[in-house]
């Protein structure tokens, strides 16, 4: 069966990053196809008999951009195996990108009157306003902080997910950089033991045996992973019944390094029965190096 991943989001987000993993994955990929097309294209991948596809499409084609979410609703009414992944960033981060790429905003002509050149903050602005609708109903990874290692390998484990049930992610975070774009619950640990103040155990992760034993020995740590898993296992069937494909819980401690990464690691072995589960560490951990 024909599987399309379809990438779309903020200019600056990371979506040639994720095209070109795609496009080495073995998909072929389109980049900027008109939203008129979309349909047809997979009509012919599908009469081609090609198993995989990926398609960028983003505000390049601002005219269309409306007519996107009910062309996906269509395609997936008709059985199309259809991935939607909306890539963001918070606007710091993209106008850092595009002062370091000198790149201009594609929207940039758009909104240019009277000879005037509009601000990148104006394009920004505009850019998240048409685009709104299709984040609020899709998978959303904020790429703010991840380095190109880092989303390429989640996006190789989201496309590989089963799609028969809601995706269920549980991601760590730091709360000194904000807290992610993408999370649906977020739960903030910083009220438990930090383990940074043990210098043996500074600079370990909360993956390693010793940042474990530590946390473990406190009844209020299990207290809090027991609080959290009841309360997912509790809401998530009825996040499934809301037809919600996805559902991103972030767990979130002061450096991201040890406490939400401990506690997102026990979740995942709570819930190791559960299929399709992605777990992810924002804090690049030492293992996650590209």
């Given at each position: 069966m024909l599987r399309v991943v379809l990438i779309t989001g903020i200019s600056g987000s990371g979506k040639s990053v994720a095209l070109r993993l795609l496009e080495d994955s073995g998909y072929t990929c389109v980049d900027n196809l008109p939203v008129r097309f979309l349909a047809d294209f997979i009509a012919s991948a599908r009469a081609d008999r090609m198993e995989?596809?990926?398609?960028?499409?983003d505000v390049r084609s601002p005219g269309e951009l409306a007519e996107l979410p009910a062309a996906i609703n269509t395609l997936r009414n008709v059985g199309t195996s259809l991935r939607v992944v909306f890539l963001d960033a918070n606007t710091d981060t993209l106008v850092q990108r595009y002062s370091e790429s000198r790149r201009r905003h594609p929207l940039t002509e758009r909104?240019?009157?009277?000879?005037?050149?509009?601000?990148?903050?104006?394009?920004?602005e505009l850019e998240r306003e048409l685009l709104a609708?299709?984040?609020?109903?899709?998978?959303?990874i904020d790429t703010s902080s991840l380095t190109p290692g880092q989303l390429r390998a989640w996006i190789r484990d989201l496309v590989q997910a089963d799609r028969q049930a809601i995706l269920l992610t549980f991601e760590s975070f730091a709360f000194k950089r904000g807290v992610p774009r993408d999370a649906d619950l977020v739960f903030d640990v910083r009220c438990l033991p930090n383990p940074y103040y043990d210098p043996a155990l500074r600079p370990l992760t909360g993956r390693d045996a010793p940042v474990a034993a530590y946390l473990a020995s406190f009844e209020a740590v299990g207290q809090m992973i027991d609080d959290i898993s009841g309360f997912i296992e509790k809401w998530l069937p009825r996040y499934a019944q809301d037809t919600r494909s996805y559902l991103t819980v972030a767990i979130g401690c002061t450096g991201g390094q040890h406490r939400s990464v401990y506690i997102v690691e026990q979740l995942k072995e709570r819930?190791?029965?559960?299929?399709?589960?992605?777990?992810?560490?924002?804090?690049?951990?030492?293992e996650e190096h590209a």
């Open positions: 995989r596809v990926a398609i960028a499409i909104l240019q009157r009277n000879g005037k050149t509009p601000s990148l903050l104006d394009c920004i609708p299709l984040r609020d109903q899709e998978h959303v819930f190791s029965n559960y299929s399709p589960l992605l777990v992810r560490h924002r804090t690049q951990l030492p």
